[in-house]
Every structure is written in C-alpha cells, then in structure tokens.
C-alpha cells in the first residue's frame, strides 16, 4: 500500500530535480528562495547539531533531550519496518 504523503513528497522532489535540470546546487538554492518567499520565520540551529535550519514551530523538538531522543528512535524503527498500525479510533 502506497503511503499518500510519502507519494506526494517525492512527486515534489521530482519536480524540483527536474525544474533544477537534476543540478543540487540549483535545487538548494530553489529551496532557499522558496523558504525566503514563504515569510515562516526559521532559526539555524547550532553547527553541533548539524541539523541546519528549521522553523520555530519544531525548535522545541531540538530544545527538549528526551522527546528528541524519543522521535529519532522512533524513526530508526520505522525505517526498518519496525511499525504497527494504530486505529486513532480508539484512542
């Protein structure tokens, strides 16, 4: 079963690749330009994280240890089909 978003995510990336002639340089700067025009507001985050820029939406991610430590796990294990599925249902 192909997952919606991760589809929508990679036409996206395709389209960019290709609006940039598949050149990485042109894609990052395409990126850059788009994030400038958004008007969201971002922060850098320190060279220690190596993690670049993100939006003060999720900067309390990288502020809290434990839940940060938490989510990469989480996305260690579903990288390796390590995933149940939840019926929001119930909860």
């Known amino acids: 079963m192909k997952d919606p978003i991760v589809e929508e995510v990679r ?12 050149n990485l340089k042109r894609m990052l700067q395409s990126l850059r330009d788009s994030e400038k025009k958004s008007g969201a507001k971002v922060i ?12 003060t939406s999720e900067e309390w991610l990288y502020k809290d240890k434990k839940v940060l430590k938490s989510v990469k796990l989480g996305l260690k294990q579903a ?7 939840l019926n929001l249902n119930e909860l």
């Not at 036409?11 to 598949?22: H, R, T």
């Not at 850098?44 to 939006?55: E, L, M």
């Not at 990288?79 to 599925?85: H, I």
């Open 79 to 85: 990288a390796k089909g390590k995933v149940t599925k």
């Open 11 to 22: 036409k996206a990336g395709e389209e960019l690749a290709k609006k940039s002639n598949y």
């Open 44 to 55: 850098t985050v320190s060279k220690k994280t190596k993690k670049g820029s993100i939006p």
